[in-house]
């Protein structure tokens, strides 16, 4: 079953983020295109700011930028292709290799905000701890399922997150005043309360990011 991916990733070493953290009020977006290539280190980008001579000085000292080439310029809207050295942090090629797409990637606060459509959760898995590997923070926003009966929705929780929380709601943990303690719920799945405590906490995190918090505004 296929799945589309939001999430919301930070590195010090991801592409162009070192020109992002030093201008404000720049914003960069990833140009989709068919690449099928995992190896390719050279993409085009679309830049909004108002200097274009600052832009490049900037540009110029990127340490995540090997060249760039100045495609199109229109009105403070600047369109390069970039290639990156090696040591620069992509998603992409990882994301490529289990066969998924990158179907929006632009810059957020202090790193990416991307949107994937992967083949389904072994390639997100995959994904996941290639980032780990990397250190680099891979926060997931939203998953969506796409099935034969319909849409299913799984807000960015792991399968131990959904088995905590539907645990919990079933026993009445959230229920006022609660008909089971933190401890019985826990033993009801076969963990520790430290654990349950942290799944829960984690996944209702998980739950009012997706359905609660605009990433568009935040």
């Known amino acids: 079953m296929s799945i589309t991916v939001k999430a919301y990733i930070e590195h010090d070493e991801l592409a162009l983020v070192p020109t992002l953290r030093r201008l404000e009020d720049i914003e960069i977006e990833v140009i989709t295109q068919a690449n099928t290539d995992p190896d390719s280190d050279v993409f085009p980008f679309l830049i909004e700011y108002d200097d274009p001579d600052e832009l490049e000085a900037y540009l110029d000292r990127d340490p995540t930028i090997d060249r760039y080439e100045l495609v199109d310029a229109n009105d403070g809207t600047f ?98 005043p609660r008909d089971m303690a933190l401890s019985d719920v826990a033993d009801e799945i076969g963990v520790s309360s430290t654990a349950m405590s942290g799944r829960l906490r984690r996944g209702m995190r998980n739950l009012i990011s997706a359905a609660l918090i605009d990433e568009d505004t935040e």
């Not at 939203?142 to 026993?171: H, I, K, M, W």
């Open 79 to 176: 369109i390069y292709y970039i290639e990156h050295p090696n040591g620069t942090q992509l998603l992409s090629p990882v994301v490529t290799s289990v066969n998924g797409f990158m179907l929006r990637a632009e810059t957020r606060r202090r790193g990416w905000f991307v949107q994937l459509q992967l083949p389904g959760r072994d390639a997100l898995n995959t994904i996941w701890e290639y980032a780990a590997e990397c250190d680099m923070n891979f926060d997931i926003i939203e998953v969506y399922g796409n099935t034969d009966t319909g849409t299913n929705v799984s807000f960015g929780l792991t399968d131990e997150q959904v088995e905590a929380l539907t645990t919990a709601y079933r026993c009445g943990y959230f229920n006022e």
